[in-house]
């Protein structure tokens, strides 16, 4: 079965600019998360959708960061405007279901800032 | 929020070693994952574990779901050059899936 797809892969801004991040998880996942990764640290999750809904998205600074999963499938996350502390790689994960199911990851997006 | 210590933050060994790694918290989890990142890729899940005490095997790798829902090691036997990679530890507390993840061990094999 195909994984999770991300893309672009890479994303250098400057600073105060736009980016948006695209994903489709696993065919039939209901379930869909994108997290942060700070480079040397650990994944952070940013939101999680069960189908089209926000299941959580108590660590998403909504003063910039915006994302939608409008069909159930494929979502996207954006980051309006970007500073220097959003360089990071976002990883984008599916589930079957939420609950006790094992998280599949792509590959993430590089983003840079400068 | 809930947060995981894992240890150690790096090993360097010689091909053929065995290797023992861990995630400790203040909370207890409901469900331990160990996944497997290698640079520019995603975390690989290698292991996943459902229930206190079991003890599960994948390959070369054993990983362990303490029994006060505290904590949860990693083993690999062996090692071999492919095994390099950051290895993390992910923590599922509630019924919604979410994962707190460790900081992550470095693991690199010199042949």
């Known amino acids: 079965e195909a994984g999770v797809a991300q893309s672009p892969r890479y994303k250098i801004i400057e600073k105060r600019q736009s980016v948006a991040f695209w994903c489709n998880p696993i065919?039939?996942?209901?379930?869909l998360y994108w997290y942060q990764q700070i480079l040397g640290q650990g994944p952070k999750l940013l939101i999680q959708f069960q189908n089209n809904g926000v299941v959580d998205d108590s660590q998403l600074p909504k003063d910039r960061f915006s994302a939608e999963r409008l069909k159930g499938v494929d979502s996207t996350l954006k980051i309006q405007p970007a500073k220097l502390e959003d360089s990071a790689v976002y990883l984008c994960?599916?589930?079957?279901?939420?609950?006790?199911?094992?998280?599949?990851f792509g590959d993430g997006t590089r983003l840079s800032i400068l | 929020g809930q947060q995981l210590n894992q240890s150690p933050q790096s090993m360097f060994i010689q091909e053929g070693e065995d290797v023992s790694m861990n995630c400790t918290s203040s909370s207890i989890f409901n469900t331990w994952l160990w996944y497997k990142q290698e640079p520019g890729e995603g975390p690989v899940l290698l292991i996943a574990l459902y229930k206190a005490g079991e003890l599960t095997s994948n390959g070369r790798l054993t990983a362990q779901f303490g029994i006060t829902r505290k904590d949860s090691f990693l083993n690999i036997s062996a090692s071999i050059p492919s095994d390099v990679g950051i290895y993390f530890c992910?923590?599922?507390?509630?019924?919604?899936?979410?994962?707190?993840f460790g900081q992550g061990t470095i693991l690199t094999v010199h042949p």
């Open positions: 994960a599916s589930s079957f279901s939420a609950g006790n199911q094992p998280q599949h």
């Open positions: 065919s039939g996942h209901a379930t």
């Open positions: 992910a923590g599922g507390g509630t019924s919604y899936g979410k994962l707190t």
